[in-house]
Nanobody, 120 residues
């Protein structure tokens, strides 16, 4: 059974930081690219960042420089360090594991999400 369990969300003031964690089980973790998505109130879910099993990272332009994604393949964990948070960063942050195969098929697994609220 595949499980992705996020933690670390909460209520913070603008300018503060949070570190989200995602604990993964049930997959061969290093074979999966891990990603963070977020969904703001009344908006579609958007991709935030991802990291390959080998550690290559990609970010949404608006978040690069403030957010850092990392992973620990020994612990089956992925993290999202979020600095200088803004009210627009408010939303539910979800962890995603995906693997793309040679013929184009893709396996995706999702966590339940963790709420991040940035407000003064």
């Amino acid at each position: 059974q595949v499980q992705l369990v996020e933690s670390g969300g909460g209520l913070v003031q603008p300018g503060e930081s949070l570190r989200l964690s995602c604990a993964v089980s049930g997959i061969t973790f290093p074979l999966y690219t891990m990603a963070w998505y977020r969904q703001a109130p009344d908006k579609q879910r958007e991709w935030v960042a991802d990291i390959t099993g080998g550690g290559k990272t990609n970010y949404t332009d608006s978040m690069e420089g403030r957010f850092t994604i990392s992973r620990d393949n020994a612990k089956n964990m992925v993290y999202l360090q979020m600095n200088t948070l803004k009210p627009d960063d408010t939303g539910v942050y979800s962890c995603n594991a995906h693997r793309i195969f040679a013929l184009g098929s893709r396996w995706d697994y999702w966590g339940q999400g963790t709420q991040v609220t940035v407000s003064s």
